[in-house]
C-alpha cells in the first residue's frame, strides 16, 4: 500500500467522524475534520505525483472518497437546513447519474474511461468552497451575507452543467453500442 493510499483511507475514516460531529452539535470539530480531509486530498495527490507512488486503486479511491465526504456534508447540511433541499438534490442527483452511467456501461460491456472534465472541477471547487465557508461559519459564529447565495447558485449551475456534460459523454460513448456488444456498423 502506497502512502497516498494509506491518506485516502484516512480521508474515508473522516467521513462518519465529521458527520457524527456535525449531527451531534460539534460543528468545531466538524470543521476541522472537513479541513484536515480537505488538506489530505492535497497531500496525497502531491506525493503521488512527486514521489511517482500514482496506483490504479488510487485513482478510484480518491474520488470516491472526495465525493463521499462532499455528498455527506452536503446531505447533513441540508437536513440541518443550512444548504437548500434543491442543490442537496442536485449534487447528489449529479453523483447518482455519473456513479450509475460509469456502472452501467461496465455491466453492458463498454467501459466508459473516467476523466475530469474542467465543468467539473469547476463543481467541485464551488462545493467545496461553500460547504466549508458554511462550517466555517457555523463554527465561528459568522454570516455569510450575499457570498451564501452567490455560491449556492454558482454550484447549482455547475452541479447541472457538469451532469449535462458527463451525460452527453456517456451518451455519445454509449450511442455506437448495440446490445450484441457488437459496435455500431461492425456486426
Given at each position: 500500500?502506497?502512502?497516498?493510499?494509506?491518506?485516502?483511507?484516512?480521508?474515508?475514516?473522516?467521513?462518519?467522524?465529521?458527520?457524527?460531529?456535525?449531527?451531534?452539535?460539534?460543528?468545531?470539530?466538524a470543521?476541522?475534520?472537513?479541513?484536515?480531509?480537505?488538506?489530505?486530498?492535497?497531500?496525497?495527490?502531491?506525493?503521488?505525483?512527486?514521489?511517482?507512488?500514482?496506483?490504479?486503486?488510487?485513482?478510484?479511491?480518491?474520488?470516491?472518497?472526495?465525493?463521499?465526504?462532499?455528498?455527506?456534508?452536503?446531505?447533513?447540511l441540508?437536513?440541518?437546513?443550512?444548504?437548500?433541499?434543491?442543490?442537496?438534490?442536485?449534487?447528489?442527483?449529479?453523483d447518482?447519474?455519473?456513479?450509475?452511467?460509469?456502472?452501467?456501461?461496465?455491466?453492458?460491456?463498454?467501459?466508459?474511461?473516467?476523466?475530469?472534465?474542467?465543468?467539473?472541477?469547476?463543481?467541485?471547487?464551488?462545493?467545496?468552497?461553500?460547504?466549508?465557508?458554511?462550517?466555517?461559519?457555523l463554527?465561528?459564529?459568522?454570516?455569510?451575507?450575499?457570498?451564501?447565495?452567490?455560491?449556492?447558485y454558482?454550484?447549482?449551475?455547475?452541479?447541472?452543467?457538469?451532469?449535462?456534460?458527463?451525460?452527453?459523454?456517456?451518451?455519445?460513448?454509449?450511442?455506437?453500442?448495440?446490445?450484441?456488444?457488437?459496435?455500431?456498423?461492425?456486426?
Open positions: 500500500m502506497t502512502i497516498p493510499n494509506f491518506i485516502t483511507l484516512v480521508r474515508f475514516l473522516l467521513v462518519p467522524a465529521v458527520v457524527f460531529a456535525l449531527l451531534s452539535g460539534r460543528v468545531g470539530w470543521f476541522a475534520g472537513f479541513v484536515a480531509a480537505a488538506l489530505s486530498d492535497g497531500v496525497d495527490g502531491f506525493i503521488a505525483r512527486q514521489f511517482n507512488q500514482r496506483s490504479d486503486l488510487g485513482a478510484y479511491l480518491d474520488p470516491i472518497a472526495d465525493k463521499l465526504l462532499l455528498v455527506s456534508v452536503f446531505v447533513v441540508g437536513y440541518m437546513g443550512h444548504l437548500p433541499l434543491w442543490l442537496v438534490v442536485a449534487a447528489v442527483s449529479r447518482g447519474l455519473i456513479v450509475g452511467g460509469v456502472v452501467l456501461s461496465a455491466v453492458m460491456g463498454n467501459p466508459v474511461a473516467m476523466k475530469p472534465l474542467l465543468v467539473s472541477k469547476a463543481n467541485t471547487l464551488a462545493q467545496l468552497l461553500l460547504a466549508s465557508l458554511v462550517l466555517a461559519g463554527s465561528l459564529s459568522f454570516s455569510l451575507g450575499i457570498v451564501y447565495g452567490i455560491l449556492v454558482l454550484s447549482g449551475l455547475l452541479t447541472i452543467a457538469s451532469g449535462a456534460a458527463y451525460l452527453v459523454g456517456w451518451i455519445k460513448h454509449m450511442g455506437g453500442y448495440v446490445d450484441t456488444g457488437t459496435p455500431k456498423g461492425q456486426g
